[in-house]
Antibody, heavy 121, light 108 residues
Framework: EVQLVESGGGLIQPGGSLTLSCAAS????????MTWVRQAPGRGLEWVSI???????YYADSVKGRFTISSDNSKNTLNLQMNNLRAEDTAVYFC???????????????WGQGTLVTVSS | EIVLTQSPGTLSLSPGERATLSCRAS???????LVWYQQKPGQAPRLLIY???SRATGIPDRFSGSGSGTDFTLTISRLEPEDFAVYYC?????????FGQGTKVEIK
């Protein structure tokens, strides 16, 4: 059974750093495209970043240069290093698995329950 | 960036009624890359429809998707109590991937 469990969220001051982790089971993270999506309180979904099975990474303009997506093969986890955090980064962060490695399969077929990041002084 | 505009913002219906949700793209999207998700309060989104019209595993056949180009539709043929939720469309064909703002289906 595929499961994704995020951790690492919390309250952080503006300008601070935080690393989110997403522990996967039932499949191998490094063999799949994986994605982070966030949702600000009471708002809609926003795509944040994706990592390919080959290690290629892509970011939304709003986080480019501040966030880094990576995978840890030894722990079968997906990570999101977040630096220089801003109030507008406050959101629930979801990790999700892409349905496959071909372009038409990059929908998000499994999601974690999310972890809340609050950026406030 | 492709902007997806969903309408209506809120749909008030009774169980057993038909729901029709719209997703309009600011430029043409290949139907292969149009997806629908369902989200209930406090939960993660759930994949409903991919490729504009293919149901994900375990999704009941009362959910159907259609459309092409810039206009896509999610239809719920007969609303069940568990279908009252927020629905999002998403395109994953052109970076940055984008979501619509959501349509809330509420009990009338």
């Amino acid at each position: 059974e595929v499961q994704l469990v995020e951790s690492g969220g919390g309250l952080i001051q503006p300008g601070g750093s935080l690393t989110l982790s997403c522990a996967a089971s039932g499949f191998t993270v490094s063999s799949n495209y994986m994605t982070w999506v966030r949702q600000a309180p009471g708002r809609g979904l926003e795509w944040v970043s994706i990592i390919s099975s080959g290690g290629g990474t892509y970011y939304a303009d709003s986080v480019k240069g501040r966030f880094t997506i990576s995978s840890d093969n030894s722990k079968n986890t997906l990570n999101l290093q977040m630096n220089n955090l801003r109030a507008e980064d406050t959101a629930v962060y979801f990790c999700a698995r892409n349905g496959g490695n071909s372009r038409v399969e990059r929908y998000l077929d499994y999601w974690g329950q999310g972890t809340l990041v609050t950026v406030s002084s | 960036e492709i902007v997806l505009t969903q309408s209506p913002g809120t749909l008030s219906l009774s169980p057993g009624e038909r729901a029709t949700l719209s997703c309009r793209a600011s430029q043409s999207v290949s139907s292969s890359y149009l997806v629908w998700y369902q989200q209930k309060p406090g939960q993660a989104p759930r994949l409903l429809i991919y490729g504009a019209s293919s149901r994900a595993t375990g999704i009941p056949d009362r959910f159907s998707g259609s459309g092409s180009g810039t206009d896509f539709t999610l239809t719920i043929s007969r609303l069940e109590p568990e279908d009252f939720a927020v629905y999002y469309c998403q395109q994953h064909g052109i970076s940055p991937w984008t979501f619509g703002q959501g349509t809330k289906v509420e009990i009338k």
